[in-house]
């Protein structure tokens, strides 16, 4: 039972050191996340790049950083159940009026469990559910950095406002041309107001703070008419030549904005203030975008993890199916399970591994955090790692269980951890992905209903055909788009790769990854008589880090088909010297662009489109 009355000064004071402890994090995550602001206007992308990478490792280090305060200043994991009773109760007294309150919730329980016994990670030690509201919070910059600003355009002054909006940003780098931007987007926004009354309520409402990624910065807000509500994105992008800045594109409507906060890209840096309304905000924008992802996007990953177990608990209650082992073909490193109601799949690391893989858990576990820290360009699933997870023990068919214990016996066990009668299934440590659909798969369906036969006319098969075209251009696109990030996938096979309901292919196996600039490009080299010609065995000598993209041919393109929308489109992947091209290009410090929108919606002359100077 909790307490009646607050009587511990120590309990307290151990409260406000938790407190201090966070309050010191979101202040140096926001600090940091403020510092794009110049980075961008002085175009210093390694910088930014670097930036991304180390504000993912501010969270645990200030864990860290607290849990050993606690230890050293009260002895925290010494203290008794009576004392930590009322911690809980001080600190919720202490998130009265704060602004990032959900955070520091979370905070709290990574603290706390990092010091307590399990058998007190109880609904009454941590917050199990939200204890302080995050609605209607106001920021103390309310007049000047509001969560969002309105704009009351006419039909005659719409260019003006939008002017104005961005000017309103105050980016310390002169445009190339603005009102030729922003001439642009309202040609681009014209078709939408065409035919419709404006009503009085016709408006910009537009976040604050610009979104800041890679080498871009992007105004996220909505154009409101009547009850229609439009989401769009303004990508502002430097350019080199000019030494000055361009809007680039108009994106706008949910598929759009989905693509642009997509699972498999960079976090976004942005100065908030008060990140629980940035997040109701753009749900507003992706009503259908679960909030998880949403503070995933915008680097706060811990709380994006708890909302994940929040939501999935949740669906737990709510569902009767079962776990099971996941549709496709198995993987040798990885074992893969889902819940055919929820829309992830669950990934564990084998305990053996079969001839030819050569690796260990800590390597995978390595290759899964350069994952993690890297900019993914919309090709990369993003993961959620988990240690100890219980399962409902009756919510595992047998046959998954029996596969744990046959691949993976080191990380399960099957208890009653809590003792309350209820058998678990706990895995010791687990990866979570978005469930997309396998690209061999994919194709296969295409295959199946006749695209790969010229000789079917049926309307069935021409739509397979095009489905069949659109997977084989996509996954030459991610490769490419890997090559950017300083990628090589590895292992290459179509069951690697998965297409999104967007129709983005997106790689999930990051065991053999390596970085372009690490591997050794080369040709086959020439027989050197009949018989090296006639061996089915390699002839040559091969390196751990040699790559030969010839061979990649026989593995994929077995189908003639595929052959031929392939090698129209992609040919140069099987090309050696085109890999070697991009590695030295990076080596020489060259960052490519990769835009997380179709190259069709950007404003460049239809001569500048076909020979863009920094994509591939």
């Not at 990478?53 to 230890?71: A, G, T």
């Amino acid at each position: 039972m909790f307490p009646t009355r607050l009587d511990s000064r120590l309990a307290y004071d151990i409260a406000k050191a938790m407190m201090d402890g966070f309050n010191r994090h979101y202040q140096l995550f926001r600090t940091e996340s403020a510092r794009a602001k110049h980075r961008f206007e002085t175009a210093d992308w390694p910088a930014q790049q670097r930036a991304q990478r180390e504000r993912i490792e501010f969270y645990d280090l200030r864990v860290r950083e607290c849990s050993n305060r606690l230890e050293r200043e009260f002895k925290a994991g010494e203290q008794p159940m009576e004392i930590w009773q009322q911690v809980k109760l001080h600190y919720i007294g202490l998130l009265v009026d704060h602004h990032q309150p959900e955070l520091a919730e979370t905070f709290f329980n990574s603290v706390t469990t990092k010091i307590l016994h399990r058998s007190y990670f109880q609904n009454s030690f941590i917050f199990f559910r939200p204890a302080v509201s995050t609605e209607y919070i106001e920021n103390s910059e309310s007049e000047t950095l509001p969560t969002y600003r309105a704009y009351y355009p006419t039909e005659s002054t719409l260019q003006a406002v939008l002017m104005q909006l961005v000017q309103d940003f105050d980016l310390h780098r002169e445009f190339e041309d603005l009102a030729r931007d922003t001439a642009r987007v309202v040609a681009v926004m014209a078709p939408m107001l065409e035919k419709v009354k404006l009503h009085a309520n016709f408006q910009f409402q537009v976040l604050s703070s610009l979104f800041y990624r890679n080498k871009g910065a992007y105004v996220v807000g909505k154009l409101i008419n009547g009850f229609s509500e439009v989401p769009f994105a303004l990508p502002i992008l430097y350019n080199k030549e000019e030494d000055r800045l361009r809007i680039d594109a108009v994106l706008h409507g949910e598929d759009d904005m989905h693509v642009l906060f997509s699972f498999a890209r960079a976090y976004f840096m942005v100065d908030m203030e008060i990140p629980s309304a940035y997040v109701q905000f753009l749900r507003s924008m992706m009503p259908r975008k679960p909030r998880n992802e949403l503070y995933n996007a915008l680097g706060l990953g811990k709380q994006g993890k708890t909302l994940f177990y929040r939501d999935f608990l949740y669906h737990l209650r709510h569902s009767t199916d079962q776990f099971r082992i996941a549709p496709g073909i198995k993987g040798m490193v990885m074992l893969v399970f889902d819940l055919p109601s929820f829309p992830y799949v669950f990934k564990v690391i084998k305990d053996f591994y079969p001839p030819p893989k050569e690796t260990t858990r800590e390597q995978i576990k390595s290759k899964y955090l350069l994952v993690k820290q890297h900019d993914r360009v919309g090709r990369m699933a993003d993961t959620l790692e988990y240690s100890g997870v219980a399962f409902p023990r009756d919510r595992f068919t047998d046959e998954l269980i029996a596969e744990i214990e046959k691949f993976a016996p080191s990380q399960l066990e099957i208890s009653d951890r809590d003792g309350d009668g209820k058998l678990e299934v706990i895995l010791r440590h687990v990866y979570i992905e978005r469930r997309m659909i396998p690209l061999n798969i994919y194709l296969q369906d295409a295959f199946d209903a006749g695209g790969a036969d010229p000789a079917n006319t049926s309307p069935e098969a021409q739509r397979a055909r095009e489905q069949l075209e659109r997977g084989v251009i996509e996954y030459g696109n991610a490769l490419k788009d890997l090559i950017a990030a300083n990628i090589f996938p590895g292992d290459m096979l179509w069951k690697n790769f998965g297409i999104t309901r967007h129709g983005k292919v997106v790689f999930y196996d990051y065991d053999e990854i390596e970085y372009i600039t690490d591997c050794i490009f080369r040709k086959v080299p020439a027989p050197r008589c009949e018989e090296d010609e006639m061996s089915g065995e390699v002839w040559y000598t091969v390196g751990p880090k040699d790559v030969f993209p010839e061979t990649f041919g026989p593995f994929l393109l077995g189908n003639p088909a595929v052959r031929e929308v392939f090698m129209k489109h992609h040919g140069n992947l099987l090309d050696a010297a085109f890999w070697q091209k991009n590695k030295d290009r990076i080596l020489e410090g060259h960052m490519f662009d990769v835009f997380p929108y179709d190259q069709n919606k950007r404003f460049l002359p239809d001569t500048a489109k076909s020979e863009l100077p920094d994509s591939i």
